[in-house]
Each structure stands twice: as structure tokens, then as C-alpha cells.
């Protein structure tokens, strides 16, 4: 299994790496489910110490990378360590994103999971919307924002709005997720760092985002307590008042006659009688 925190290929040479990658790609078939997993399934995904936020306790082990674009809400975004080391998977993992995204669905990065439950928070530096796809051997595992409610999302794309308060349901398994996102710098790339994300098979956005997906524009499923979307609300706010919405949704499912099985860690059945 390799490590994808050690230093790896593009670093040697990283414009022969990157034609290799494109060159690997010419003529083959769009890569499938299938092939992401058995990629994911050799490499080791590390430990981010960066994202306190989506743990669900302390101890939580958080297993995750960006791939692509990497950037924050005050600079611009730039190539990613791990891409830079890992240019075929990043490479493949671009290729089947747009498989299975929405037809005109653009991103600059993607984040990949790797067997934790995300807790409810917000991310901090999306711009537009966010599309995830979730691989392997697992039981639950859903997605749930506050503005959409339960996603299943187990071989099936999802959008959602990342900047909205956000968890992943209790599984049991082996859970990979991949986000496709844009992160927030991605237009204010370097022509080199841009160049680079092209050859990699990213379908980068011309403009930014943010104003196509903005938190306000969705209705807040459950309204038995007071809160409105603004300037004046912290994301501890939103998240705790994600958090009681999610209460209320359990407790909506837990009434449903439809419930399929004594498994409580299967929301599916639930989400696809109420979306009938």
C-alpha cells in the first residue's frame, strides 16, 4: 500500500509525470467505479490534522486529502501537495468525476474520505456548489444537510451546498467519499498552477460561484425554532441549529411506517418514501 503523504513521482520531473498522465489517457475509456476503488483500495489515505471540525469526538481519526486546487477565502488557491505526488490518481479521480457529475458541473478540487462520520459543520472556503460520490463495502453513510435533508449518496452523485451545515449519517464499513468542489482562490490560480489542473482532466470553472449558490437561498426543513441565515449568525449557530433540525428529521423517520429493517443505521428506504 502506498502512503499518499510521502513524497512520489511528480516531484522527480513534474511536466514528464503530468504529459505521462495525459498521455496514459489517450483513447482509454472513461475510468468506472470499479476502477476508483481498486486506486483507493491501494493507496493509504493520511491522517489530516487540519480538519478539527468534522470530528465527531476527539479521538476521531480524520482520513482525508484535497486533490487539485487548495486554497483559502483570502488568497489564491494553488496546486496541491497531493497531486503533486500523486498525478495519476489525481488524473483518474478527475477523469471519473466527470462521469458522474452534472452535465456543465465544474470543479477544481476534490476531496477524498476515508472511513470517519463526518459532525455537523460548514465548510469555510467553497465556492458554488459541491458534489459528492461515496465508494466501498458500507451500510448507511448518507449525507445530511440542512437544506436538503438525508442524500443517499452510495454510488450515486449528490449536489449539495457546502457552505450549509452538514454530517454524514452513521455507517458501518468501508466508506470513501469524493467531493468535487471549487475551492475559494480558484480563480486567482497561477497560469502555471492552471495549466497544471487542465492537463490533470480538471474541468475548471471561467468565473466564481459563489453567487449561483448562496446559504439564504434554501428553506430550512424543520421551523419550530426561530433562526434566520444572515451576517449576523456564527457557524456554531448554524451547526447547533443543524444539529436540532437532524434531531427532528430522525425522529420524523423513526414515526415513518415505511421503515425497512431493524438496521439504524439505514436511512435510504426512509429518504426515498419521502421523496416519493
Known amino acids: 500500500m502506498t502512503d499518499l503523504s510521502s513524497a512520489s513521482e511528480l516531484e522527480r520531473s513534474p511536466r514528464e509525470d503530468i504529459e505521462a498522465v495525459w498521455d496514459d489517457k489517450k483513447g482509454g475509456d472513461p ?48 496546486v496541491s501537495e497531493t497531486s503533486r505526488k500523486r498525478p495519476r490518481l489525481t488524473r483518474l ?34 465556492d458554488g456548489a ?25 454510488g450515486e452523485p449528490r449536489v449539495f451546498n457546502g457552505n450549509q451545515p452538514h454530517c454524514t449519517m452513521p455507517f458501518r464499513g468501508e466508506r470513501y467519499s469524493l467531493i468535487y468542489f471549487s475551492t475559494a482562490g480558484h480563480d486567482r490560480l497561477a497560469p502555471k498552477d492552471a495549466q497544471i489542473l487542465d492537463f490533470l482532466g480538471f474541468p475548471l470553472p471561467t468565473e466564481r460561484l459563489t453567487h449561483t449558490y448562496r446559504a439564504a437561498s434554501f428553506p430550512v426543513p424543520h ?52 421523496a416519493a
Request: glycine content about 6%; charged content about 25%; hydrophobic content about 40%.
Open 31 to 78: 475510468p468506472t467505479a470499479r476502477d476508483v476503488l481498486a486506486a483507493l483500495r491501494s493507496v493509504e489515505v493520511p491522517v489530516n490534522e487540519n480538519r478539527q471540525n468534522v470530528k465527531s469526538d476527539k479521538d476521531a481519526e480524520i482520513r482525508s486529502c484535497t486533490f487539485g486546487a487548495l486554497g483559502r477565502s483570502n488568497s489564491a488557491a494553488r
Open 130 to 154: 459541491s458534489c459528492i460520490f461515496a465508494l466501498g463495502d458500507f451500510h448507511g453513510g448518507e449525507l445530511w444537510a440542512l437544506d436538503r435533508g438525508v442524500l443517499p449518496c452510495h
Open 93 to 126: 479521480l478527475a477523469e471519473f468525476g466527470k462521469t458522474v457529475v452534472p452535465e456543465g458541473f465544474p470543479f477544481a478540487s476534490i476531496q477524498l474520505n476515508h472511513n470517519y462520520a463526518s459532525a455537523m459543520h460548514c465548510d469555510t472556503s467553497n
Open 223 to 274: 421551523l419550530e425554532h426561530p433562526y434566520t441565515f444572515g451576517f449576523h449568525v456564527t457557524t456554531e449557530e448554524r451547526c447547533e441549529a443543524a444539529k436540532r433540525a437532524l434531531e427532528n428529521w430522525k425522529e420524523d423517520w423513526a414515526a415513518t411506517p415505511c421503515k425497512a429493517d431493524d438496521d439504524d443505521t439505514t436511512f435510504a428506504a426512509a429518504a426515498a418514501a419521502a
